[in-house]
T-cell receptor
Framework: TQLLEQSPQFLSIQEGENLTVYCNSS?????LQWYRQEPGEGPVLLVT?????EVKKLKRLTFQFGDARKDSSLHITAAQPGDTGLYLC????????????FGKGTRLSVIA | DAEITQSPRHKITETGRQVTLACHQT?????MFWYRQDLGHGLRLIHY???????NKGEVSDGYSVSRSNTEDLPLTLESAASSQTSVYFC???????????FGEGSWLTVV
């Protein structure tokens, strides 16, 4: 059973459209991270959300942590071709300094 | 600037051969990790280390080994390469809080 379920798996949209991707679990986490991975590179941390209901903004990207700290969403406004990539959510499944566990990711393609 | 580097970036090897993938970080991080990334499976943890002489098995450790003789390096060894180990391998490091993890650019390994 996958700890983190990400949806959709694939998303192809036109430049300028808005989109939301999701990261869901039945477990509660103390924090959740979002990464973006571009082709041929390693994942890069975008944001960490910690508090239930927390909303963080990074330019056109809006991240929200669910009130119960079991799920998260990433909303992109007016997507651009530069947003193309694999979006991964990740958590430390146990308290303390434990390795990150990743979802399988949402592969986003923004077409000009 | 601190960084994390992997070598080789691309390698083709034959079934049964021993292969070592190098990972070197200049962040002075205690924590280092090896993940593999495959379509349909996402990023899966192979081995990790919380400091010199410390190594731990991850989710998919069979057929792999690591050693940590200094802070900077965590080489990953495939004892007898198998076709199932064809994958992209990512090394990563983080400080003791584990709050921010930095990934290398990946090593593409093909076992024929």
């Amino acid at each position: 059973t996958q700890l983190l379920e990400q949806s959709p798996q694939f998303l192809s949209i036109q430049e300028g459209e808005n989109l939301t991707v999701y990261c869901n679990s039945s477990s509660v986490f103390s924090s959740l991270q979002w990464y973006r991975q571009e082709p041929g590179e390693g994942p890069v941390l975008l944001v960490t959300v910690v508090t239930g209901g927390e909303v963080k903004k990074l330019k056109r990207l809006t991240f929200q942590f669910g009130d119960a700290r079991k799920d998260s969403s990433l909303h992109i406004t007016a997507a651009q071709p530069g947003d193309t990539g694999l979006y991964l959510c990740a958590v430390h499944p146990l308290s303390g300094n434990t390795p990150l566990v990743f979802g399988k990711g949402t592969r986003l393609s923004v077409i000009a | 600037d601190a960084e994390i580097t992997q070598s080789p970036r691309h390698k083709i090897t034959e079934t049964g051969r021993q292969v070592t993938l190098a990972c070197h970080q200049t962040w002075n991080h205690n924590n280092m990790f090896w993940y593999r990334q495959d379509l349909g499976h996402g990023l899966r943890l192979i081995h990790y280390s919380y400091g010199v002489q410390d190594t731990n098995k991850g989710e998919v450790s069979d057929g792999y080994s690591v050693s940590r003789s200094n802070t900077e390096d965590l080489p990953l060894t495939l004892e007898s390469a198998a076709s199932s180990q064809t994958s992209v391998y990512f090394c990563a490091s983080s400080d003791q809080t584990g709050n921010t993890i930095y990934f290398g650019e990946g090593s593409w390994l093909t076992v024929v």
